[in-house]
């Protein structure tokens, strides 16, 4: 469905100004999940306006009655070409599928590709699912955490990874890039590091690369699968339209194969990976035409990550806060406010109930994260600076 040829506005008017009162209208799990005197800055939903050519093309099929099961119709291409001219990479379409969500397509190539009771490293602090997904799969949680640095910068940890990936009956490694709270854009180098260490062990390698279209300004990312490396024959990448163009709710995703027998795995599997199919419409939209609006998106949240670090160093100095590489999501270290209201294991605690401002919990990322909370900063500046103004109430 569509109009292929026609794209989205430009300018930074495409996002819309969205009120508090407006968008506490919306029914999602952000809008939901607390009472209405809390402000949601937790989960991974954005509160600008949908870009245009994803409305119409989801407007459109609904009009034509064009609500049946999912098929991936144009997906592939549209994603190869955004990843051609954004990522520097050109996937063969043959080796793209459509899934209901990149979650799903994890957890399903876990099953098919991994004995049943085996280890699936990841490397924490981590998107809180993997820890889910990988138990209620049947397999181990192995850790191998990301290493801190002075500097308050996080690094993928060599020497922990392989130490992971060389114990007894581990089988794969889910690798998050760019990385899911701490916002780092991982390094042609330390994507190689992955990728000789994960060779070397066997192990197969899942890549989450959700949040590859919103890479902000001074980092650029390298698919997994473009490196010229054999463990992409051992690898699955999974993104989608669904972080970058604020539509996790049509559920559609994407998972690329590495070679011919992992999609002849991915194939199989049709009946349990079929995505929405307004998902499929609204990502093609996304991929093909709305690249003007994920621009404004990447220069608000480019001025947004360097408004929260005026915001912080204003109003509470003690957390620390290295700005994201990519994506909208802020990760405070605010081990320094221990003991004073808002601090503890959990400063979330104190930020929600003092200050009716709903973060993250650290905890729930690893026990790395005792003393972090995640803050979303996909949103307007002026609610960003309430949601600051709400932490820093909380510490009075
Ligand atoms: C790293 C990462 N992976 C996966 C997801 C969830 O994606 P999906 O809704 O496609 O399962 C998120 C959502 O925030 C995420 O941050």
Known sequence: MGDAGRADRQGPGLLGNPSLAALR???SAKWRTYPADVLPSFVAEMDFDLATPIIDAVAESMAAGDAGYGHIGRLGEAFAGFAASRLGWSPDPARIFAIPDVMTGITEMI??????GSGVVISPPVYSPFFLRIRFAGRRVVEAPLRRRGDGGYELDAEALDRALSQDGVSAYI????????????????????????????????ADEIHAPLVLPGAAQVPFLSLNHPATARAIAFTSASKGWNIPGLKC??????????????????????????????????????????DAVLAQLDRNRGLLATLLAGHLPQIRYRPP??????????????????????PAAGFLERGRVALASGTDFGAQGRGFARLNMGTTEPLLAEAVRRMTAAMG
């Open 111 to 116: 099953t098919a590709l991994t004995p049943p």
């Open 25 to 27: 209208q919306r029914t």
């Open 175 to 206: 690798l998050c890039s760019p990385h899911n709270p701490v916002g780092r854009v991982w390094t042609a180098q330390e994507l190689t590091m992955v990728a000789d260490t994960c060779h070397a062990r066997g192990a197969l390698v899942l």
């Open 325 to 346: 590489e990519a994506s909208f999501l802020a990760w405070l270290d605010c081990r320094e406010l221990n003991g004073a209201p808002g601090g503890g294991d959990d």
């Open 253 to 294: 995703g994407l998972a690329i194969a590495g070679s011919p027998e992992l999609a002849t795995v991915l194939t199989e599997r049709w009946e349990v990976l079929t995505p929405g199919l307004l998902g499929v419409h609204a990502a093609v939209a996304a991929f093909e035409r709305a690249t003007g609006w994920l």
